[in-house]
């Protein structure tokens, strides 16, 4: 297992599903993880739940000045900011592009594109000082694939594949490993709302079709380690036997 002692971890979407995972596993493996969505309730119960080496910070990605100062607080309290997995993410509300709230679909671009690129933003200038960090990003099928209802959701996570890789192009070189993990189906109160949808072939997937959200949690915690370096600037996927295997999910 990759030990993380004395290197700090900002998890947006921290407050359920693969965050809230992720959350526990990094701090099983040593990290200081700060803990970012806009329920203030659910994760100060979850750093509670981990202890001293956590902390609560509510923030909507959507909004710069909030991102900023979370990750202001995370270096105050812990002294640096190593790590960022930019996880917050929504599909609602879903629906066919030509009768699509505009509001709505910009929201989700808000979120999903600009939230990511809050997080980038923010943190580069002070891993690029420390001399690294690790910026990992959720991506999903859905960047490379058109999926009924979703333009939104497709849209933003296209966007912010080639983040991905305009982070590794400019800045590879000052230490920063910029990587992407698609996770597939997993079992979180996104699908739940998918379900609800009833629209699309994801809608009709069987529950135990999905995977829990802890593989993604600890894959998270395996592109943190040189084995992952191969992907920087690139996408990996959870769907690929070889990359469980290496994890040690199977
Ligand atoms: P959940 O709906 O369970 O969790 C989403 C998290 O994002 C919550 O913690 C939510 O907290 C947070 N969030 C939403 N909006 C904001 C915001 N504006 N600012 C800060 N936090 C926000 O979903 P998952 O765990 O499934 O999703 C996590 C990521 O994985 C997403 O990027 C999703 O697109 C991606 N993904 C999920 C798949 C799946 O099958 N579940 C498949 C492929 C990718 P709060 O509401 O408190 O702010």
């Known amino acids: 297992m990759v030990d993380l002692t004395g290197k700090t971890v900002l998890i947006t979407g921290a407050s359920r599903g693969i965050g809230e995972s992720a959350a526990h596993v990094f701090a099983d493996a040593g990290a200081n993880v700060v803990l970012l969505a806009r329920g203030a309730e659910a994760i100060e119960r979850i750093a509670a739940e981990i202890g001293d080496k956590a902390m609560a910070v509510a923030c909507d990605v959507a909004d710069y000045g909030q991102v900023e100062a979370a990750v202001q607080a995370a270096v105050a309290r812990f002294g640096g900011a190593d790590i960022l997995i930019n996880n917050a993410g929504v599909i609602e509300p879903i629906s066919h592009l030509d009768a699509s709230d505009p509001e709505g679909w910009g929201q989700v671009i808000d979120i999903n594109l600009k939230g990511v690129y809050h997080g980038m933003r923010a943190v580069m200038p002070i891993m690029e000082k420390a001399g690294g960090g690790s910026i990992l990003t959720i991506s999903s099928g859905a960047a490379h694939g058109p999926v009924e209802a979703w333009s939104h959701y497709c849209a933003s996570k296209a966007a912010v594949n080639m983040l991905t890789r305009c982070v590794d192009k400019e800045a590879r070189d000052k230490g920063i490993r910029a990587i992407g993990l ?50 920087l600037g690139d996408e990996i996927s959870l769907r690929d036997e070889d990359i469980r295997k290496q994890v040690g999910l199977t």
Request: hydrophobic share 35%; with cysteine.
């Open 182 to 231: 698609s996770p597939g189906t997993v079992a979180t109160e996104m699908q739940r709302e998918i379900k609800a949808s009833g629209i699309n072939p994801v809608s009709q997937l069987d529950w135990s079709d999905h995977i829990p959200p802890e593989w993604p949690a600890k894959c998270l915690l395996w592109m943190c380690g040189p084995e992952a370096d191969s992907w």
